[in-house]
Antibody, heavy 117, light 110 residues
Framework: EVQLVESGGGLVKPGGSLRLSCAGS????????MHWVRQAPGKGLEWVSSITGSGTYKYFADSLKGRVTISRDNAKNSLYLQVNNLGAEDTAIYYCARDWNNGDSTWGQGTLVTVSS | QSVLTQPPSASGAPGQRVTISCSGRGSNIGTNFACWFQHLPGMAPKLLIY???QRPSGVPDRFSGSKSGTSASLDIGGLRSEDEADYYC???????????FGGGTKLTVL
């Protein structure tokens, strides 16, 4: 069974940093581009970042550029998202998702990040 | 404000058909494939349509997608109560080098 499990969310103070992880299982992790998508309370889905299967190419939403790093460790079937200088606007559920371009997409259940003093 | 424009809400009675639109521009829908997601409260989003009109396995044929110019549409036929959810379109924007999502449409089954 294809599965994605996010972790690393929690309560963070403004200006702090967080590293989110996403563990994949049930598929050849390195063969798929991966995405991070977030949803702030009461808001819609917002794409955050993507990385190709090899990790060669990375893409970021303008709203987070300069504050976010995406990476992956294919040997560990894991995807990561580092977000720095967190603000209240970063409070959201963060989802990792397997590439949706070819109809074979899976999303994790999400991890909640709350930025508050 | 989203790059892709969706109506904030839509509704229909059980058994009816509803269409949700997604308006973009040449650099996104006009050039690339659109996809659609269904998001139920408290659940992970689910891919409904990819490459404009393709259904992943397991998605009922009541759901269909289309594209014309810089707009995409999601049709849901034979509405059921379990279709009540938020629906999002998404597409790669070549000018932004970014995926863009519509603002979402909340579907109510009356």
């Amino acid at each position: 069974e294809v599965q994605l499990v996010e972790s690393g969310g929690g309560l963070v103070k403004p200006g702090g940093s967080l590293r989110l992880s996403c563990a994949g299982s049930g598929f050849t992790f390195s063969s798929f581009s991966m995405h991070w998508v977030r949803q702030a309370p009461g808001k819609g889905l917002e794409w955050v970042s993507s990385i190709t299967g090899s990790g060669t190419y990375k893409y970021f939403a303008d709203s987070l550029k300069g504050r976010v790093t995406i990476s992956r460790d294919n040997a560990k079937n894991s995807l990561y998202l580092q977000v720095n200088n967190l603000g209240a606007e970063d409070t959201a559920i963060y989802y990792c998702a397997r590439d949706w371009n070819n109809g074979d997409s899976t999303w994790g259940q999400g991890t909640l990040v709350t930025v508050s003093s | 404000q989203s790059v892709l424009t969706q109506p904030p809400s839509a509704s229909g009675a059980p058994g009816q058909r509803v269409t949700i639109s997604c308006s973009g521009r040449g650099s996104n829908i006009g050039t690339n494939f659109a996809c659609w997601f269904q998001h139920l409260p408290g659940m992970a989003p689910k891919l409904l349509i990819y490459k404009n009109n393709q259904r992943p396995s397991g998605v009922p044929d009541r759901f269909s997608g289309s594209k014309s110019g810089t707009s995409a549409s999601l049709d849901i036929g034979g509405l059921r109560s379990e279709d009540e959810a938020d629906y999002y379109c998404a597409v790669w924007d070549g000018s932004l080098s970014a995926w863009v999502f519509g603002g979402g449409t909340k579907l109510t089954v009356l």
